[in-house]
C-alpha cells in the first residue's frame, strides 16, 4: 500500500504555477527581486508544484502589461494574467523595510476563481533570517497548493481508532481473565478439597486471576 502511494505522488504531474516577484520600494528592489525568484526555485524543488519566476513572466507577457495586471484586484485580470501563461495559480508578495525589521508577505491565488490558497505574513531583522524564512514559506506553499488541487491528501487522525482498537484489546482479555477465574472458582467446588490449607490455596489462586 505505502509503495503504491509513493507511486502515485512520484508520478502526478506537478502543479503550474507563476510567480510576479515580490512587490518592494525602489531601495529594497535587489533584494525583493532575489527572493522572489528564490521562492519560486524552492517551490519547484519540493516536486508538488512548477513555478515560472518572475523574470520569465515578464518575459512572456511583458513588464507593462503585468504591472498593469497585477494592479488591478478583479478576479477577470488574475484570470487574464493566468491564462497568458497557462497556469492555475500565480504567486505574489511584498518586501518591505521599517528601520532594520523586514516585512515579507507571501500569497498564493487559485487562477480560475481568484481565491487564496496560502498567504502568509513574517517580519525579521536582517537579510539572512529572509533567505531562512523564504525558504520555509516555499515548502508550506507548496504543500498549501497541492491540497488545494488535490494532488496530496491530509493524513487522517487515528488516534481515536488507536484508541478504540485498545479498549478492544483490553475488553477481551479481562473478559478472558474473568472467565478464568470464574472456571478456577467452579473447580474449587468440584474438587471438595479435604483439609483446610489446600481450600485457602485453590481460593487465593482463582481470586489472583480475578483481580488481574
Known amino acids: 500500500m505505502l509503495t503504491l502511494l509513493l507511486g502515485s505522488l512520484l508520478a502526478a504531474t506537478p502543479v503550474e504555477l507563476a510567480s510576479t516577484g515580490l512587490r518592494s520600494t525602489p531601495e529594497n528592489a535587489a533584494v525583493a527581486r532575489s527572493l522572489g525568484n528564490t521562492l519560486a526555485q524552492r517551490m519547484t524543488e519540493t516536486g508538488f508544484v512548477k513555478v515560472t519566476t518572475p523574470d520569465d513572466v515578464a518575459a512572456v507577457v511583458g513588464l507593462e502589461r503585468q504591472r498593469s495586471l497585477l494592479g488591478c484586484a478583479e478576479s477577470a485580470c488574475i484570470a487574464e494574467l493566468a491564462g497568458a501563461l497557462g497556469v492555475k ?7 518591505s523595510k521599517l528601520g532594520d525589521v523586514f516585512q515579507l508577505t507571501v500569497k498564493v491565488l487559485d487562477a480560475q476563481s481568484a481565491a487564496t490558497i496560502f ?3 513574517e517580519r525579521h531583522t536582517g537579510e539572512a533570517a529572509l533567505l531562512s524564512a523564504v525558504d520555509r514559506l516555499a515548502s508550506a506553499a507548496a504543500r498549501a497548493v497541492a491540497l488545494h488541487f488535490s494532488l496530496i491528501a491530509e493524513k487522517p487522525n487515528l488516534a ?3 484508541g478504540l482498537g485498545v479498549g478492544v484489546v483490553g475488553a477481551g482479555v479481562g473478559g478472558v481473565l474473568l472467565g478464568l477465574a470464574a472456571a478456577d472458582d467452579a473447580a474449587l467446588r468440584a474438587k471438595q478439597p479435604a ?13 489472583l486471576k480475578q483481580g488481574a
Open 89 to 95: 495559480a500565480l504567486v505574489s508578495g511584498e518586501l
Open 119 to 121: 498567504s502568509a505574513l
Open 160 to 162: 481515536p481508532m488507536v
Open 195 to 207: 483439609t483446610f490449607p489446600e481450600a485457602v490455596t485453590l481460593k487465593n489462586a482463582g481470586q
